[in-house]
């Protein structure tokens, strides 16, 4: 990934495995998502929203702040494991009957206001 071109940070959904995820990936001008995401949703993974930044580095500090209040405030540990998410990122997971996609969410949206 290149932190400096633009990017985006993603939620998405996998009913089967009952997580959710988020994670951030760089824009390309040739199509609207990256090979990333299209990994994910080969693996069943269903794409909830996605946000645009002008550089990935901002979408790659949201991600981490949204992380850190999904395990420090609101207490939710690591939902699935690397054999559960071959193409990357199980790290980033939460059980999906802990939390719905819409609290995430708001809190991706809040954190993009807020400056570092």
């Excluded at 996609?101 to 400056?115: D, N, P």
Aim: charged share 30%.
């Amino acid at each position: 990934m290149n932190y400096t071109d633009k990017g985006y940070i993603y939620l998405i959904t996998h009913p089967l495995l009952n997580a959710h995820k988020i994670g951030i990936a760089n824009s390309y001008k040739s199509r609207d998502l990256d090979d990333r995401m299209y990994r994910h949703e080969k693996q069943g993974w269903k794409l909830y929203k996605i946000k645009n930044f002008s550089r990935l580095r901002r979408a790659y500090d949201v991600e981490q702040r949204v992380i850190k209040w999904l395990r420090v405030e609101v207490g939710l540990p690591i939902h699935l494991n690397d054999f559960q998410i071959p193409q990357g990122g199980h790290t980033e997971t939460v059980n999906a009957s802990e939390i719905d996609l819409v609290t995430i969410w708001a809190k991706v949206e809040e954190l993009s206001k807020v400056r570092l």
